[in-house]
């Protein structure tokens, strides 16, 4: 286990150095070829990438959230170097969708772990409320489903880009944002159901497990 701990850390710089990399070299290639807004994808995913990094290490500690570090960095990355800088997305619209929906699952168990990380004074048989833990994990996904596709609007509007294809119609734009929401939903709606089924059936083994391990010294240090 000890020797897991110390490779993932590894696994997680090499991940973060490559996903940068990429990014730089195609923001590079849109300046030589003049695609600006494939450039204003690049960067945003940088500081997109750079506030999710920062948002991980502080939800928790050690090894535990490298794992959702690594699935965040792999599918913004090529998200937006292959997907949008190379048109990927245009040609795999099926896979736009599966990202969205992978997004979704991560969102809901990110929410998760925030509610657990802000409750203070977290004991050795305090479970919370399935039924909050579930909205959170719900709630937290939806808002970052809502601030992405704003992202992209923005995008779309300020250097002509085509996130949410409005270019091929009003409607067809439409029925993108709609589709990326609700498969985002989708994905939130079933990591939040499993947890919340885990916490009406076994909310001892989940808390234990794979909460308060991890999460009672952190909440219980100032913040």
């Known amino acids: ?12 710089d090499l ?7 990429g990014m730089f070299a195609g923001s590079i290639d849109c300046v030589i070829h003049a695609k600006w807004y ?7 995913g940088i500081v997109a ?43 795999f619209s099926s896979y736009d969708t599966l990202t969205h929906f992978l997004f979704g699952m991560v969102l809901a168990w ?18 919370l409320d399935p039924g909050l833990v579930w909205l959170s994990g719900l709630s937290f996904a939806t808002l970052g489903k809502v601030v992405w596709e704003l992202y992209e609007f923005a995008g779309d509007r300020l250097v002509s880009a085509d996130m949410q294809r409005w270019q091929e119609g009003d409607l067809i734009a439409l ?9 985002g939903l989708l994905g939130a709606l ?27 010294d952190q909440a219980n240090s100032p913040t």
């Not at 990110?110 to 479970?127: D, F, S």
């Not at 947890?195 to 308060?212: A, G, N, S, T």
């Open 1 to 12: 286990m000890a020797t897991g701990a110390r490779k993932l850390p590894f696994a997680t």
């Open 175 to 183: 029925t993108d944002t709609m589709i990326d929401l609700s498969v």
């Open 49 to 91: 990438l750079l506030l999710a990094w920062w948002f991980l290490s502080w939800l928790c500690p050690g090894n535990y959230c490298r794992s959702l570090d690594l699935i965040v960095s792999l599918l913004t990355g090529q998200g937006i170097v292959w997907g949008t800088i190379y048109h990927g997305y245009d040609q």
């Open 38 to 44: 494939g450039l204003a994808a690049g960067a945003g």
């Open 190 to 216: 079933i990591i939040s159901l499993l947890v919340y089924w885990q916490l009406r059936h076994d909310p001892d083994h989940f808390y234990q497990k794979r909460i308060l391990p991890h999460f009672l």
């Open 110 to 127: 990110a929410g998760i772990l925030l509610l657990y990380r802000k409750t203070k004074n977290l004991k050795k048989n305090q479970p």
């Open 15 to 21: 991940v973060h150095l490559l996903t940068l990399a």
